[in-house]
């Protein structure tokens, strides 16, 4: 307000309304020679009368109108700024960007859906990343956090375990393999064919295929793979990509991480919001989400 105090201001528009001094003096809660002096300094502050003064009360000046009118809309402004001051600190205001892998869409679709029941006024942008290197949004600062599988230890961020998925062999529907039920690594390891995936997804399972096409689009993989190219090392969660060409061998104990990371500083509040909407969809202990949250050092 500059050099226009708050108080001041808020004396005379309770004095405007009410058009009387002893009213608004009670409204006030102060004496009325107090008020009096307040909204004389007022004026002096200004320059110029406000108020015509009678037997019978007060009228404004067309000065004190133009106050009141300005007045009663900087109150207003004031008020919504501190509440939206509040509102940001609880995580019901901001922006939440959220990088993430095409097989966790419908994680994605139902924290925002969450978020835009809880929290309606905060906006999102929603990026799908390359599996073969889904945290490139949070190196070059684009993301908040992502979410994605079996990611690399890495001290820069602060990784959030989601759920713990089987991992599929995916072959040709008409490959023999896809005759079996289920498979053990071991068969895998013996498979004389070529493996589209990644080096990221082949180091994380422990394979050194001998053979290997290096895919980034998982919808292009499972292509490939229907098409009788090769085969493909997946979560469970790309399942829903896929056509009859090729079926879904789970492989005994191998498994697929799925994880959220972020940096490693305070996040925003609505981005923790967002996480710990994301936390408990898969039901997390309490106790996972307020270490993840800790473990952020303050911005």
Same mark, same amino acid.
């Given at each position: 307000?500059?050099?226009?105090?708050?108080?001041?201001?808020?004396?005379?528009?309770?004095?405007?309304?009410?058009?009387?001094?002893?009213?608004?003096?009670?409204?006030?809660?102060?004496?009325?020679?107090? %008020?009096?002096?307040?909204?004389?300094?007022?004026?002096?502050?200004?320059?110029?009368?406000?108020?015509?003064?009678?037997?019978?009360?007060?009228? %404004?000046?067309?000065?004190?109108?133009?106050?009141?009118?300005?007045?009663?809309? %900087?109150?207003?402004?004031?008020?919504?700024?501190?509440?939206?001051?509040?509102?940001?600190?609880?995580?019901?205001?901001?922006?939440?960007?959220?990088?993430?892998?095409?097989?966790?869409?419908?994680?994605?679709?139902?924290? /925002?859906?969450?978020?835009?029941?809880?929290?309606?006024?905060?906006?999102?942008?929603?990026?799908?990343?390359?599996?073969?290197?889904?945290?490139?949004?949070?190196?070059?600062?684009?993301?908040?956090?992502?979410?994605?599988?079996?990611?690399?230890?890495?001290?820069?961020?602060?990784?959030?375990?989601?759920?713990?998925?089987?991992?599929? %062999?995916?072959?040709?529907?008409?490959?023999?393999?896809?005759?079996?039920?289920?498979?053990?690594?071991?068969?895998?390891?013996?498979?004389?064919? /070529?493996?589209?995936?990644?080096?990221?997804?082949?180091? #994380?399972?422990?394979?050194?295929?001998?053979?290997?096409?290096?895919?980034?689009?998982?919808?292009?993989?499972?292509?490939?793979?229907?098409?009788?190219?090769? /085969?493909?090392?997946?979560?469970?969660?790309?399942?829903?990509? #896929?056509?009859?060409?090729?079926?879904?061998?789970?492989?005994?104990?191998?498994?697929?991480?799925?994880?959220?990371?972020?940096?490693?500083?305070?996040?925003?509040?609505?981005?923790?919001?967002?996480?710990?909407?994301?936390?408990?969809?898969?039901?997390?202990?309490?106790?996972?989400?307020?270490?993840?949250?800790?473990?952020?050092?303050?911005?």
């Amino acid at each position: 307000m500059g050099e226009l105090e708050m108080w001041r201001l808020q004396s005379f528009l309770v004095l405007a309304g009410e058009l009387h001094f002893g009213r608004a003096a009670e409204r006030l809660a102060v004496t009325q020679p107090t %008020l009096s002096r307040q909204i004389q300094s007022l004026e002096a502050h200004v320059g110029v009368p406000l108020l015509v003064r009678g037997s019978h009360g007060v009228s %404004l000046t067309e000065a004190g109108w133009e106050l009141r009118r300005e007045g009663e809309r %900087l109150v207003e402004l004031s008020a919504r700024a501190v509440d939206r001051t509040r509102r940001a600190a609880r995580g019901d205001l901001g922006h939440v960007s959220v990088g993430f892998v095409g097989s966790a869409v419908e994680t994605v679709v139902r924290c /925002v859906a969450t978020m835009h029941e809880l929290h309606p006024d905060v906006a999102f942008t929603l990026s799908e990343r390359s599996y073969s290197d889904p945290t490139s949004g949070l190196v070059g600062g684009d993301d908040d956090l992502v979410i994605a599988r079996d990611l690399a230890a890495d001290s820069d961020w602060q990784r959030v375990q989601l759920d713990v998925e089987q991992s599929y %062999l995916v072959a040709a529907s008409s490959h023999p393999i896809s005759r079996c039920d289920r498979i053990d690594s071991a068969d895998v390891e013996a498979l004389d064919e /070529v493996f589209i995936s990644t080096r990221r997804w082949m180091n #994380a399972w422990g394979f050194n295929p001998r053979r290997l096409y290096e895919v980034h689009s998982p919808q292009a993989a499972l292509q490939l793979v229907g098409a009788g190219v090769g /085969v493909a090392l997946m979560p469970a969660g790309y399942q829903s990509l #896929a056509d009859d060409s090729v079926r879904f061998i789970p492989v005994n104990g191998m498994t697929s991480t799925l994880q959220a990371a972020l940096p490693r500083r305070a996040p925003s509040p609505a981005t923790r919001a967002f996480l710990r909407i994301l936390v408990q969809g898969f039901e997390q202990p309490e106790q996972l989400l307020r270490a993840a949250l800790l473990d952020c050092a303050p911005a």
